[in-house]
């Protein structure tokens, strides 16, 4: 029996880990933490009946039983939280992005190190079904050489919570290439079986909420952290760039908002023998050099956060890292560090 704690009862919690913690045998939550009470008694109440809602997560570091956390608390807390957590001699597992800059990040994964435990990261796509396949397909050849993949992670119209932490630079570390970026370049990064970066070339723009009060959407998931009247919006909406890798080159387009009124959510690798599309979140379609057939994947889609809090608990379990081990993840937080800092210095960052 694994002895656990929660820390951050929000969405991602409630909607992702719970229900999939709840689900695997073994696992004993005694301690649900959030800041604020009425959410950790709420989680208390709707999953795990048993366990102590607590508002103060030094309450479950200090408590011997407890040998793992999961930090699902808004990016800017993930590293105090985690440090504290490894030092206290847990296991951790933390949501994605690892934190809001590749600096930390990278102290995150030394103290992990340092005291000899399991850091793993919430790059939940990678326990995609439809992943897994493309990702073995690459290193089987069924691509030749891989030279180029694009990116598309673009919506119409739907900045989440403006004016709340998502769209406040000093609590998220940034908008729509920290936020959903961070899983199409961890994806891409991984697929192509961890490319090291050359170069980057980006710009970040924040265009579509300049005026918080008038701004038209047809979805703002987030809602209840929106503060329109008193927030800040200091985050990109859109995003563009250019990576030099030394397999592939990259190129991308990412929206929280545009005036294109069609959500485009893929990743195209083109390869001298064959290409593919992935759709996120779903199936991907595989086009054969050779004989110019094609086929679309159909594959059962695990449900991926449950994967993910699994392998984690059987890391601890074995001793052997799973593929969402801090380390394995650290390149894509040093991508999107560049990316900004390009975007920022209105240059091309050179590694
Ligand atoms: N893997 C994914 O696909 C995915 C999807 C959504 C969110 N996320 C990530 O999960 C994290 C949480 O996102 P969310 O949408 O659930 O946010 P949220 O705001 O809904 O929930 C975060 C919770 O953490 C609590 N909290 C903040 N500081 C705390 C502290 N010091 N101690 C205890 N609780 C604290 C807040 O009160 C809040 O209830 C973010 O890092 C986000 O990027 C990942």
Known sequence: MRTIAIIGCGRIANNAHFPALTKI???????????IEEKAVKAKEEFVSYAQAIT????????????????????????????????????????????????????????AKKQGKFLNIGVCNR??????????????????NIYHVYCSFRDFRSIPGLGGDFTTKAQSGGGVLIDWGVHFFDLVLYILGGAKLKSVSCNAYSEMAKDMKSYKYVNMWAEDTAD???????????????????????????????????AEMYIDFLGDKGGARLNY???????????????????????????????????????????????????????????????????????
């Open 127 to 144: 326990h995609q079904r439809s992943v897994e396949v493309l990702e073995q397909m690459v290193r089987e050849g069924k691509f030749g």
């Open 56 to 111: 103060d997560y030094n309450i479950a570091l200090a408590d011997p039983e407890v040998e793992a956390v999961w930090v699902l608390t808004p990016n800017y807390a993930h590293y105090t939280i985690t440090m504290d957590a490894l030092k206290a001699g847990k296991h951790v597992f933390c949501e994605k992005p690892i934190t809001v800059s590749y600096e930390l990040s990278c102290a995150m994964a030394e103290e």
């Open 281 to 351: 979140l779903g199936q991907f379609t595989y086009w054969d050099g050779a004989t110019l057939q094609s086929y679309t994947s159909e594959h059962e889609l695990p449900n991926m956060y449950q994967e993910e809090d699994e392998a984690f608990l059987k890391s601890i379990e074995s001793g052997v890292k799973d593929k969402n081990y801090i380390d394995y993840v650290l390149e894509s937080a040093r991508l999107l560090q560049a990316l900004y800092d390009s975007s920022e210095q209105n240059k091309e960052i050179q590694f």
């Open 228 to 262: 329109v009247e008193h927030g800040t919006n200091d985050v990109d909406d859109y995003i563009t760039g250019y990576i030099r890798t030394d397999k592939a080159s990259i190129s991308f387009n990412g929206a929280w908002a545009q005036n294109i009124g069609k």
């Open 25 to 35: 045998d073994g696992v004993r939550i005694k301690y649900v933490c959030d800041i």
